[in-house]
């Protein structure tokens, strides 16, 4: 069983800069893929980034690509999501996610086992 409790959400002008962090409970935290998913007002949720446990790979969404960066921090179970150059379309609830899987099949929620609870951004234009 692994709990993930986001923070770092918030208002934000347009051009600006946030860290998401997601702490993960469990000591399995670096056996799992970590993702990072959206869900703005009135849309669906969408992939936003994901980290390999196995390899590290990183996958980003193009809409975000060259803005965000995931990282991962497993001596302290944390997931990290780093946005520049934020947009109002950025606007949107943020959710962490955790899966087994690794590889292109990470980009699709339905493979993620574990979810927070969501941390809203907001960018202002």
């Known amino acids: 069983q692994v709990q993930l409790v986001e923070s770092g959400g918030g208002l934000v002008q347009a051009g600006g800069s946030r860290r998401l962090s997601c702490a993960a409970s469990g000591r399995t935290f670096s056996r799992y893929t970590m993702g990072w998913f959206r869900q703005p007002p009135g849309k669906e949720r969408e992939f936003v980034a994901a980290?390999?446990?196995?390899?590290?790979?990183?996958y980003y969404a193009d809409s975000v690509k060259g803005r965000f960066t995931i990282s991962r921090d497993n001596n302290e179970n944390t997931v990290y999501l780093q946005m520049n150059s934020l947009k109002p379309e950025d606007t949107a609830m943020y959710y962490c996610?955790?899966?087994?899987?690794?590889?292109?099949?990470?980009?699709?929620?339905?493979?993620?086992?574990?979810w927070g609870q969501g941390t809203q951004v907001t960018v202002s234009s």
């Open positions: 996610a955790a899966t087994t899987a690794t590889g292109w099949s990470t980009l699709y929620d339905m493979r993620y086992d574990y």
């Open positions: 980290m390999s446990w196995s390899d590290g790979n990183r």
